[in-house]
């Protein structure tokens, strides 16, 4: 009875280790979330922002006319900060820090995953040179082969820079050897 209570006792700790544990990922990642969140709602404003000042420079540029060019630019600026709120310098600092290690956490995430995605792209060209070669080296004068997705099999009268000559009997033709299936081995 006692060894079952203790057991059990020694179980609900766990549990609520575990719970714990668990919470406090759980705010983690929500504060990720948010923090990933405000970035992207930053970001989206400047190329909001970016493309009225564009709008601004092509109208300018078209026609040439300065005084429209500045009270539209200030017109902006005062809408952009009117939406701004005081914070105060240590507040500012703070939410300075935050973005910071947000975008250096989002560059790491994102370098990762250019270096994972191109060690994957040189492993499947590697794959490929590796089954040209095997085919290439598979593949000889006299064999038996069809052209892929063809009905029609031919011998292959000679190999030359990666294409072979293929022999039908009443015709011949000139393919690459990638695009060539082998039917039956020439038997020495």
């Known amino acids: ?36 969140q405000e970035l992207y709602d930053y970001n989206q404003r400047m ?28 017109r902006i600026v005062e809408t952009e900060n009117s939406k701004r709120k005081k914070v105060d310098e240590a507040e500012k600092i703070r939410h300075k820090e935050l973005k910071k290690e947000t975008e250096k956490e989002l560059s790491k995430k994102i370098e990762e995953i250019r270096k994972q995605r191109k060690a994957e792209k040189k492993e499947k060209a590697l794959k490929v040179e590796k089954e040209k070669q095997q085919m290439q080296r598979a593949l000889k004068v006299n064999d038996r082969v069809r052209i892929k997705d063809s009905r029609s099999v031919g011998s292959i009268d000679k190999i030359e820079k990666g294409k072979a000559v293929i022999n039908y009997g009443l015709f011949t033709t000139t393919v690459d050897i990638d695009q060539l299936e082998l039917v039956e081995k020439v038997k020495n």
């Open 47 to 74: 190329i909001a922002l970016g493309n009225k000042i564009n709008d601004l420079a092509e109208k300018y540029f078209e026609n040439g006319k300065k005084r429209p060019l500045i009270s539209e630019f200030l």
């Open 1 to 36: 009875m006692e060894k079952t209570s203790e057991a059990l006792k020694d179980e609900e700790i766990k549990a609520r280790e575990e719970a714990k544990r668990l919470e406090e990922l759980n705010q983690k990642i929500k504060s990720k979330l948010i923090n990933y």
